[in-house]
């Protein structure tokens, strides 16, 4: 009786697509769609409203390189919510979100030497740690 419970569980899952790993569709390897490049960053001197101008003030530097279609930069919002949630993370500092026109587009912007200066000289000594997410249309 328990083997065939057993048996049943597993033709369950397997018909359910349990028994499988579920992944995410793979990324594309063209560059179609839009991307968006959305960096969340907490600094070393954690709430600071002068550190946080400084890289933002810092940051907008990078809004004016090629093949940036948008750039949104502020601090975290604080929204006061009924209830706390763990999947709410307002532990940040200033998040920015930038969107290109495709994969080729923000590779570029990461490669040029602007940006690579403006991050080394300016922003990477406020930062204590940062979580880059990049996703497509």
Same mark, same amino acid.
């Given at each position: 009786?328990?083997?065939?419970?057993?048996?049943?569980?597993?033709? &369950? &899952?397997?018909?359910?697509?349990?028994?499988? *790993?579920? @992944?995410?569709?793979? *990324?594309?390897?063209? /560059?179609?769609?839009?991307?968006?490049?959305?960096?969340?960053?907490? $600094? %070393?001197?954690?709430?600071?409203?002068?550190?946080? +101008?400084?890289?933002?003030?810092? /940051?907008? +530097? $990078?809004?004016?390189?090629?093949?940036?279609? /948008? @750039?949104?930069?502020?601090?975290?919002?604080? $929204?006061? +919510?009924?209830?706390?949630?763990?999947?709410?993370?307002?532990?940040? =500092?200033?998040?920015? /979100?930038?969107?290109?026109?495709?994969?080729?587009?923000?590779?570029? @912007?990461? %490669? !040029?030497?602007?940006?690579?200066?403006?991050? !080394?000289?300016?922003? %990477? *000594?406020?930062?204590?740690? @940062? %979580?880059?997410? =990049?996703?497509?249309?």
């Amino acid at each position: 009786m328990k083997t065939t419970h057993s048996i049943s569980g597993l033709l &369950l &899952l397997a018909a359910l697509g349990l028994g499988q *790993p579920v @992944y995410a569709e793979q *990324p594309s390897q063209a /560059s179609g769609g839009k991307v968006h490049h959305l960096v969340v960053i907490w $600094l %070393k001197q954690h709430g600071d409203p002068e550190t946080r +101008r400084k890289y933002i003030e810092g /940051s907008k +530097r $990078l809004s004016k390189l090629p093949g940036v279609l /948008s @750039y949104d930069i502020g601090p975290v919002a604080g $929204l006061k +919510r009924d209830k706390p949630s763990p999947a709410v993370d307002d532990s940040f =500092d200033i998040a920015v /979100s930038a969107t290109f026109e495709n994969k080729q587009a923000l590779e570029n @912007y990461s %490669k !040029q030497p602007e940006h690579h200066k403006v991050i !080394q000289d300016v922003l %990477k *000594p406020l930062v204590d740690h @940062y %979580k880059v997410y =990049d996703f497509a249309d």
